[in-house]
């Protein structure tokens, strides 16, 4: 059984669903048998559950994952209580892992214990009801602001024609036990009635399941009226100078002008198809036309958390609880299993000498040598465009040394950008951002880098060790010791820099190309890069965060375009 399977069979069960073959839980068995490091995993992933299970029975809303999730479930259903098989699994799952891997750990003071209630499991399950599946009322992104208040969690309960505005973030409600509508700022919308809903700008993904109300659903913009009454799935944006685009990915839409032409006639459109709709005017659009211009809305409506239109594939902002810096005389955890972002296959490991620490606002803890600024690291383009940013941020120890490092989901890339060795298939693109700023500039052996590659090869890109004056550089890191460069910009390593790397993977040697503060509204020019060089064939499998000098890194960012990685808004 592969890795990937024997997670997803345990997050199944973990999440309630108990039919399983018994040649899958043989399968699961013998997987944890025969690897330490797969107990390990397995352990984790069973103490993570039941810790999030524990902190989503608290009185106060709960927050995924602690406090760096970019998931708010402001709502959730009871959950009926864990089945005989679920309890079995669990034992199994912990049994062999605490006998391959030696783990100790008291489960009496970990595990939920049931109080003041009478549980009464029946042996025979057939001829029970089962449970109703049903999603979160309401869902939103960390980065979310609402320049008006925010609606209520429940969708049904909205006030009709109150116009709300989201201005920054993405934010989910469901209109149906199978239907949903995700919204992504900057956008402006209002609930006409109980079916009825005003797209005034902005983009908005619909997911609309079989036999939702038994009626049919109405989205008005300024340019066109669609209505929804079967499974479909689509995306909208839409703006009064730009008209509305409108694509189906699924199912089904029909639409009609607005105002309606005389005819007052319904056009349908079908999975595969866009259209432009402006001044009067259908204008068919190439579906990679739609691709370019909106991103992965795809994912955004099925993955289990919102994207914005043009989303990264993978995301850390560092939203975690702030710590305390570490040096040789204080140590902690670090951001050992926060696992907050997305496009991630585990939560972030420490395997240095001190840990990592969080930091929300830089200068409390610093000396007047420090240039990092106290609102934490960011970016403004020679436009005036800012990228977009929240949160913490992570911060290297200062002593030796913080070694912080997480694995990429590789099953959430397309098929054609990966392939055995991990992201990277022949052919394919990968473009890479991140925030960066160090305590000051001093070289020598001082270095923090963030590292993207495989065990044997890979990028380190950062502060490196060598002359009197860091400057920020990249480096090929190979068989983690022999290196080719470092390729050097004229930027120091105290001033904030907002690092773009491009890799074309691609037979034998990958070409790299890397920029430094680059406009954000358009894709920068070969010819204006500040790294340009070649390395040998290396694939991408996680992302590694070392130093042993104080340097800040934030708002990390992998996508398949200049646009996922570089989202940007206007003041």
């Avoid at 699994?89 to 783990?103: E, F, N, P, Y």
Wanted: hydrophobic share 35%.
């Amino acid at each position: 059984m592969r890795e990937s399977d024997a997670l997803r069979v345990i997050d199944d069960h973990l999440d309630g669903q108990d039919e399983f073959p018994p040649e899958v839980t043989a399968e699961l068995t013998e997987w944890l048998r025969d690897d330490p490091d797969n107990a390990d995993r397995a352990f984790q992933r069973v103490m993570l559950h039941v810790l999030l299970s524990r902190k989503l029975s608290q009185p106060d809303p709960p927050r995924l994952g602690g406090n760096g999730s970019d998931i708010v479930f402001i709502q959730t259903p009871a959950e009926p209580p864990p089945s005989p098989r679920w309890m079995l699994l669990l034992g199994i799952v912990v049994l062999i892992a605490a006998a391959v891997s030696g783990i100790t750990t008291s489960l009496v003071l970990l595990l939920p214990q049931q109080r003041d209630q009478a549980i009464d499991i029946p042996k025979n399950h057939e001829g029970l009801p089962k449970p109703r599946v049903v999603g979160p009322e309401h869902r939103t992104s960390a980065g979310v602001h609402w320049a008006t208040e925010a609606p209520d969690p429940l969708y049904s309960s909205w006030a009709l024609n109150e116009k709300k505005s989201l201005t920054t973030g993405i934010a989910e409600y469901r209109i149906g036990p199978s239907s949903r509508f995700v919204v992504t700022g900057p956008a402006r919308f209002a609930k006409l009635g109980q079916a009825e809903f005003s797209l005034l700008e902005g983009g908005c993904g619909v997911a609309w399941g079989d036999g939702a109300d038994a009626q049919s659903w109405k989205m008005r913009t300024s340019n066109a009226t669609l209505f929804v009454d079967q499974s479909t799935r689509f995306v909208l944006h839409t703006s009064s100078e730009t008209g509305t685009v409108l694509s189906v990915l699924d199912g089904e839409v029909e639409f009609q002008h607005r105002p309606p032409r005389e005819s007052g006639s319904n056009q349908s459109l079908l999975a595969g198809q866009a259209v432009w709709i402006e001044g009067g005017r259908v204008i068919a659009v190439e579906s990679d036309w739609v691709n370019r211009q909106l991103g992965r809305v795809q994912s955004a409506l099925n993955a289990s958390y919102p994207q914005p239109l043009d989303a990264p594939l993978l995301y850390e902002g560092f939203d975690y609880p702030e710590t305390l810096p570490t040096s040789s005389k204080f140590t902690h955890a670090g951001i050992s299993l926060e696992h907050g972002g997305w496009g991630w296959e585990a939560c972030w490991q420490e395997s240095g000498s001190l840990g990592s620490s969080v930091d929300h606002a830089p200068l409390r803890r610093s000396t007047s040598q420090d240039r990092r600024d106290i609102e934490g690291l960011s970016f403004r383009d020679p436009r005036g465009y800012l990228l977009r940013t929240s949160g913490g941020q992570l911060r290297t120890s200062f002593g030796s040394k913080s070694r912080s490092e997480r694995k990429i989901d590789l099953e959430a890339w397309p098929e054609e950008t990966r392939d055995s060795h991990g992201i990277g298939a022949d052919g394919s693109i990968v473009w890479l951002s991140f925030l960066a700023q160090s305590y000051g500039s001093a070289g020598g052996t001082r270095y923090a880098f963030l590292r993207i590659g495989n065990e044997h090869t890979g990028l380190r890109l950062g502060r490196l060790p060598g002359p009197d004056t860091s400057l920020w550089s990249v480096e090929v890191d190979q068989n983690n010791g022999d290196f080719d460069g470092p390729y050097a910009s004229t930027i120091p390593a105290d001033e904030a820099v907002f690092y773009v790397v491009r890799i074309q993977f691609q037979p034998g040697r990958e070409q790299v190309h890397g920029w430094l503060n680059p406009e954000l509204s358009t894709i920068p020019a070969d010819s204006q890069a500040a790294f340009n060089f070649t390395t040998p064939e290396f694939r991408l499998r996680s992302v590694l965060i070392e130093g042993r000098y104080s340097t800040d890194f934030d708002e990390l960012r992998l996508g398949p375009t200049f646009a996922s990685v570089s989202p940007y808004h206007s003041e």
